[in-house]
């Protein structure tokens, strides 16, 4: 291998060395690097909102959008995969509201009928009785 370090599955590991141990690449080194991007990220972002603020504070609302608009992208993945499943039970949970809507709604429009039609068998059924202007 002409270089320093070779890739095998996914893994940077160091050329042997003469005892026949070889280094691995470790990942809680990869993390530090990670980490201080996101604290240089952050601190330009605060101190350009530190100058912001200073001179004009109306500017703060953009540049919280801004700061979204770049955090986002990140976060969307992650989001998306964590928010399925409440996203599946909200729409269940609304389906069984939705078909116990109906069914009281079906179970109200029989009572309705039922009662019309107590109302119009009692109707045809009592007698008319005889006027009192016309009996005279």
Partial sequence: MSDSKS???GAVRAPARSGGEKETYDP????????SEIVLTAATVAVVGVGAAILEAALLPGIVLGVAAMVVPRLLPGLGASLTPLF?????????VGQRTKEMV???QE?????????N???DKAPLKPSVASAA
């Fill in 7 to 9: 890739k095998i599955d």
């Fill in 28 to 35: 809680i080194d990869a993390a530090q690097d990670d980490q």
């Fill in 88 to 96: 599946r039970s909200t729409v269940r949970g609304a389906y069984r």
């Fill in 106 to 108: 079906a179970e109200a």
């Fill in 111 to 119: 009572h309705v009928t039922d009662i019309v039609a107590e109302v």
């Fill in 121 to 123: 068998a009692e109707a």
